[in-house]
Each structure stands twice: as structure tokens, then as C-alpha cells.
């Protein structure tokens, strides 16, 4: 089994839906949590921490589930600059190991 | 600021051959990073150094050296090249280090390495 694991997809859907992605991982004892976002032929760049009570940034929603070890992202009133790959990330919390997963495709279309 | 810059941007190296990857960050970051990244595959750990003059392997260091020349500049060097090294590889950094939970890493544009 994958220590992270994402649905690869592409998840596609029209503007203005709520499309929602999960990831699992693999250690119970994983402590903190991430999702990053990466534009085609780009970088990675951080779109939010994942806090154990959920948190929120806009159109952006990210929870937790512990008792299932898996993480969500729910993205509300999808844009077309929301079209990316969404990488979860897990700090393993041994041997100091930040795992990230393959990622999530999602295109917006109009 | 720059942020995290990566030189060069591509390269083609015939097999056998070396070369450095650059990397430098101007944000004062204590940690950094080399990630290889792999069609279907999530970024993995090449090798990152926590600190000036430490460096430490990460999940997939075979065929790779590190340089931390100062706080600043973090190298990859791959002394033999071969196929299978053929990837992106983005150079990373982050303000406390992997032992910090909620330490976010900056990633530089990335250099696209093909061996043939």
C-alpha cells in the first residue's frame, strides 16, 4: 500500500460545481497534513494546511479524518484558473518524511 | 525576491556524463531541498540539508551527490548520468526543517533532465 494515495482522475466538471477530492495515508501517527496545487509544467506551491478541526479559505475547504486516516479538499464554485494537479501531503512524523501524493488532476471547463 | 531560482531550466546529458544542478534561495530558509518528480508519481526526496554544512539522504539518493555551499546555495550533482535519471527536479526550501509539522516548502521553477 501507498504511504499517500489520490484518486489521479482528471476530475472534470463545469464551472461553478463543487467538486470534492480524498486522499489516504498510510501511519496513524502522521501529524500534519497539506495540500499543495501545481500548474502544468510548474512548480508546486502551497494552497492550505489541513488542521484536525478543518479549515477553510474562501472557496477552499480542507478536513481531516483521523479515525480513517484520509484527508479532504472540497473546492466550491469551481473557476477555470482552478484547472491544476492537487497534491496531498503528509509529514509521516518518522524519519522526519514529508510523503506527497501523485496528485489529483481537475479541469474546469466552461 | 527571487525566491527559490534553479539553473539550468533544461538539459540534455547523454549517458555517463555529469553535471550540477544549481539551486539558491534569498529567503533566509534554514532547510532545503532536492525532490525528483515522475510521471504517476508523487515528488520524492532525493536528499535535504537542515542547516549550512549538514546534509542528510533522503528516499532515492543513489546516483546523486549534494553541495551545501552556504546558507544560501544548495547543489545537485549526478556523476554518472543515466536513463533512469531522466526526470523534473525542483529544489526546495522552507524556513524551520522536516521536523517541524507545520513547515511550508517553497519550490523553485524546476529543471526538466532528460538522458538518452
Known amino acids: 500500500r501507498k504511504e499517500v494515495e489520490q484518486d489521479p482522475g482528471p476530475f472534470n466538471v463545469p464551472e461553478g460545481a463543487t467538486v470534492a477530492f480524498n486522499c489516504t495515508y498510510s501511519n496513524s501517527a502522521s501529524q500534519s497534513f497539506f495540500w499543495y496545487r501545481q500548474d502544468c509544467r510548474k512548480e508546486p506551491k502551497l494552497l492550505m494546511s489541513?488542521?484536525?478541526s478543518g479549515n477553510e479559505d474562501g472557496r477552499f475547504t480542507a478536513q481531516l479524518n483521523r479515525a480513517s486516516q484520509y484527508i479532504s479538499l472540497l473546492i466550491r464554485d469551481s473557476k477555470l484558473s482552478d484547472s491544476a494537479t492537487y497534491l496531498c501531503?503528509?509529514?509521516?512524523?518518522?524519519?522526519?518524511?514529508?510523503?506527497f501524493g501523485a496528485g489529483t488532476i481537475l479541469r474546469v471547463k466552461s | 525576491n527571487a525566491g527559490v531560482t534553479q539553473t539550468p531550466k533544461f538539459q540534455v546529458l547523454k549517458t555517463g556524463q555529469s553535471m550540477t544542478l544549481q539551486c539558491a534561495q534569498d529567503m533566509n530558509h534554514n532547510s532545503m531541498y532536492w525532490y525528483r518528480q515522475d510521471p504517476g508519481m508523487g515528488l520524492r526526496l532525493i536528499y535535504y540539508?537542515?542547516?549550512?554544512?549538514?546534509?542528510d539522504k533522503g528516499e532515492v539518493p543513489n546516483g546523486y551527490n549534494v553541495s551545501r555551499l552556504n546558507k544560501r546555495e544548495f547543489s545537485l550533482r549526478l556523476e554518472s548520468a543515466a536513463p533512469s535519471q531522466t526526470s523534473v527536479y525542483f529544489c526546495?526550501?522552507?524556513?524551520?526543517?522536516?521536523?517541524?509539522?507545520?513547515?511550508?516548502?517553497?519550490f523553485g521553477p524546476g529543471t526538466r533532465l532528460t538522458v538518452t
Open positions: 526546495a526550501s522552507s524556513e524551520a526543517g522536516l521536523g517541524f509539522l507545520e513547515d511550508e516548502q517553497y
Open positions: 501531503v503528509v509529514n509521516m512524523a518518522y524519519g522526519n518524511k514529508l510523503v
Open positions: 489541513v488542521y484536525s
Open positions: 540539508s537542515a542547516s549550512e554544512g549538514t546534509t
